[in-house]
């Protein structure tokens, strides 16, 4: 994968507030019954650029007697990739990724309320993260999302038909670091494709304006 570096893209934006991307693996869609499993954290600029190369990991231990109780889909799939032997294997306590990734984004990004979460269908890592022992993490960061799943669907309803067909294919490895750099590269792409067009073509009205 080809890292683009905002220093390409010789446009200004109203900000450059940094963006905390998370990947969670879980035990199933429900927050309120099902457990994370996986957590990979990324963090880039607003320009997209990744601050931290190796980024944050943690995979959290369950009993087997938990990922017993996960419907087909989430059994097959994260059998399937090594997660559920991970998951029995590791003793990471809920408690202490909660703190280790709290730690990692404070140490990076300090001021409070300032990253925006970030991610594809992100909304759903949320759900999970406002739970304890999560809840200090969302609680560090900007009440607003980037979901970059949005972004494609306002793509295909409002840009032409080759802006999507063109868009990053994704692998659906439902691994948490690939998944993230997958949705780092599609936003780049969409920032690229039809955000940056945008920036070009209100330079030439200020420049116009300018005559």
Same mark, same amino acid.
Not at 14 to 30: K, S
Not at 53 to 68: M, N
């Given at each position: 994968?080809?890292?683009?570096?905002?220093?390409?893209? @010789?446009?200004?934006?109203?900000? #450059?507030?940094? $963006?905390?991307?998370?990947?969670?693996?879980?035990?199933?869609?429900?927050?309120?019954?099902?457990?994370?499993?996986?957590?990979?954290?990324? $963090?880039?600029?607003?320009?997209?650029?990744?601050?931290?190369?190796?980024?944050?990991?943690?995979?959290?231990?369950?009993?087997?007697?938990?990922? +017993? @109780?996960?419907?087909?889909?989430?059994?097959?799939?994260?059998?399937?990739?090594?997660?559920?032997?991970?998951?029995?294997?590791?003793?990471?306590?809920?408690? @202490?990724?909660?703190? @280790?990734?709290? +730690?990692? %984004?404070?140490?990076?990004?300090?001021?409070?309320?300032?990253?925006? $979460?970030?991610?594809?269908?992100?909304?759903?890592?949320?759900?999970?993260?406002?739970?304890?022992?999560?809840?200090?993490?969302?609680?560090?960061?900007?009440?607003?999302? $980037?979901?970059?799943?949005?972004?494609?669907?306002?793509?295909?309803?409002?840009?032409?038909?080759?802006?999507?067909?063109?868009?990053?294919?994704?692998?659906?490895?439902?691994?948490?670091? #690939?998944? %993230?750099?997958?949705?780092? +590269?599609?936003?780049?792409?969409?920032?690229?494709?039809?955000?940056?067009?945008?920036?070009?073509?209100?330079?030439?009205?200020?420049?116009?304006?300018?005559?």
């Amino acid at each position: 994968m080809t890292e683009t570096t905002s220093e390409q893209h @010789q446009y200004k934006s109203a900000t #450059d507030d940094p $963006l905390v991307w998370i990947d969670c693996e879980m035990t199933g869609l429900n927050p309120d019954t099902e457990e994370i499993l996986e957590i990979y954290c990324i $963090l880039t600029t607003g320009g997209l650029d990744i601050i931290d190369e190796k980024g944050f990991h943690a995979i959290v231990h369950w009993p087997a007697s938990r990922l +017993e @109780q996960m419907d087909e889909w989430c059994t097959t799939t994260h059998a399937k990739s090594g997660l559920t032997e991970a998951v029995l294997s590791s003793t990471t306590t809920p408690e @202490q990724a909660a703190s @280790q990734l709290y +730690e990692y %984004i404070t140490k990076h990004i300090p001021e409070k309320r300032v990253a925006l $979460l970030a991610g594809n269908t992100v909304h759903a890592d949320r759900a999970f993260l406002r739970r304890e022992p999560y809840a200090k993490v969302t609680d560090h960061l900007h009440y607003r999302i $980037l979901d970059v799943s949005a972004i494609k669907e306002a793509a295909r309803r409002w840009s032409a038909a080759r802006v999507t067909k063109k868009a990053p294919s994704k692998k659906g490895l439902h691994k948490a670091r #690939d998944d %993230i750099l997958e949705s780092i +590269e599609e936003a780049r792409y969409y920032r690229d494709t039809i955000f940056r067009l945008t920036f070009e073509d209100g330079n030439k009205v200020n420049k116009g304006k300018k005559k």
